[in-house]
């Protein structure tokens, strides 16, 4: 009898669930959007059927032992979702002990994004034989996820991690989505390079192929492209963000002192243009005593599954503790 | 019979080193300076002779269960002091293996000044009941060290805990001892408060107490005295120290998230010249999730005994660790 655990991605758009194997190997998958259902009892009941319907057609014995949920501000202590902004329910969600009820009282366990991705690169990725890393998602904003002494750092409420919200520079008046000015996510991140080419566009006269789209549509991967083809205002884009980056990374690793730092998301997809600045500036920012000894590597998650990955990791991270 | 620890603080001038029971009684000490001994082998020597030596004249029935050690540049993984700068042996020095044989094969253990004083706090202070919390001492420079989840963090290499070494500024010209600029220490420390009142004195016409004090002989305490009396350029200085303390306490709970954070140590003795602005900062630097969620608050370990109480509450955990 094959053991799988489910992995659920709780999405602002679509909600994905799978069954997967200790391996990773995804055994079956399905989805459908988050806000089919007004009232969150419902959601979560449709999970639970969905996750029926998918173990039922399995054409093979098995056995689904804990689910994973990896959900905006989802606090892995209280097990619910709290106050998330891009979802339609508001305020505390419940949704551990509402779905381990409608999955007959397997355990289910939740955590945020970057926590699971962080998860996911423990058990299925390149962080399989580390106990202190760090997984940074570089996506519209800038998360991340902290392993210490091989545990995820949750800190004393749940909601350790922000790292996309420490003040990169003290000096700023880039506005943040949370009400301050200078974080971190306002430079690194798929947004935050929009805004280092709008800045450069006002602030040169050098030709750039960004110049020819609406700034309102202007994105990371036009800069990217861009880039690519040796656009020079768009390579210093991509150099400022590593610049950026490179130095927050430092910080970090006089706090945590990590083995790795791992990269991942739509901007880690720019490959060398966005890791080339990240790891020069690294390097000559870090404390001479971690010069040369702590690594900066792409996730190696598959990133099309990697929130049910790193959701179903979370499951089988919590079997492995109780059997203890 | 009662059960102790020794607990031995190696300090750059002074070694001192205690006998001392579960409940943070001292019930011997003694010391001799460091430098004393010219080969670290004696000085191990005279560290094992004086722990013995208070043990014979203790006038009843105990056994000595382990010994902690406090010192520079200690890797708590390794059991080595590995290149301390402050001390006048150089490289590699394996005081956790030396002592152990000195004393018959005791456990022996050893971590840095901020990190023994977090284990103090955890053991014998205020931070009892705390699995996630931070101390930041504040000396010459400024020390941290981290719990999560009730064990100290220690990092992939034993030398995570650099709080004083994040840049504090991206834009300043503070020159630090590591080489770099900007480091949190140049600004929160009683040398950093030395080089605000320096700066101030520069920028500023205001009369002030400090213009009567030779910079080279100019203090923190001096500072902190004038604050008291009302010096306004004196009050000035702890302002923009409890300004960057506070705002570089918000990020740092972007990361581990802690119930607490302590403060410690000389600069901390300025009581609420230091503490109101801190405070004030803090909260008003915090991501809105964390606004009056966080403590700071000062240690409640005895200053002069805390050395070396944080060196035995490092043995008693160990102790404890090992009785799992």
Same mark, same amino acid.
């Given at each position: ?23 990773? *190997?995804? &055994? ?10 007004? *009232? ?7 999970? %639970?059927?969905?996750?029926? #319907? ?7 014995? &098995?056995? @689904?032992?804990?689910?994973? @949920?990896?959900?905006? #501000? ?5 097990? +619910? ?60 904003? =800038? ?21 996309? &919200? ?9 506005? +943040?989505? +949370? %009400? /301050?000015? %200078? +974080? ?9 390079? *929009? ?7 006002? =602030? ?5 192929? !960004? ?40 910080? !970090? ?26 790891? *020069? ?14 690594? @900066? ?20 991270? &919590? !079997?492995?503790?109780?059997? /203890?």
């Amino acid at each position: 009898m094959i053991e799988l655990v489910a992995g659920v991605d709780v999405g602002g758009t679509n909600t994905v669930f799978a069954l997967i194997d200790q391996t990773g *190997k995804i &055994h079956a998958q399905d989805s459908f959007p988050t806000a089919a259902h007004g *009232k969150f009892e419902d959601y979560v009941k449709a999970i %639970g059927t969905g996750i029926f #319907s998918l173990s039922s057609a399995l054409g093979y014995e &098995h056995e @689904i032992k804990a689910v994973g @949920i990896g959900a905006p #501000s989802a606090n892995y202590y209280s097990g +619910c979702i709290e106050n998330a902004v891009n979802l339609i329910w508001p305020g505390i969600l419940p949704v551990v002990e509402m779905l381990s009820m409608e999955m007959g009282g397997i355990p289910v366990v939740t955590t945020n994004d970057a926590n699971a991705a962080a998860m996911g690169e423990m058990i299925y990725g390149g962080a399989r034989n580390m106990k202190n890393f760090v997984v940074i998602t570089l996506g519209t904003g =800038l998360g991340s996820g902290f392993v210490v002494n091989g545990e995820v750092l949750y800190g004393n409420d749940g909601f350790a991690g922000e790292y996309g &919200h420490i003040i990169y520079d003290r000096h700023s008046d880039r506005e +943040c989505g +949370c %009400g /301050r000015k %200078g +974080c971190l996510e306002t430079y690194v991140s798929a947004t935050g390079i *929009k805004r280092t080419a709008l800045e450069m566009l006002a =602030l040169s006269n050098r030709p750039s192929a !960004l110049r020819q789209i609406l700034p309102e549509r202007l994105t990371s991967k036009d800069i990217a492209e861009a880039a690519a083809e040796g656009d020079e205002l768009a390579l210093r884009c991509f150099e400022a963000a590593g610049k950026a980056l490179g130095e927050a990374l430092a910080d !970090l690793v006089a706090v945590t002192a990590p083995e790795a730092i791992f990269l991942f998301g739509g901007v880690a997809n720019a490959g060398s243009l966005i890791m080339e600045p990240v790891r *020069k500036h690294f390097e000559n920012s870090l404390l001479s005593m971690w010069k040369g000894k702590v690594k @900066i590597l792409f996730s190696s998650v598959d990133e099309a599954s990697a929130a049910i990955l790193g959701a179903s990791a979370l499951a089988w991270d &919590h !079997l492995r503790k109780n059997k /203890r």
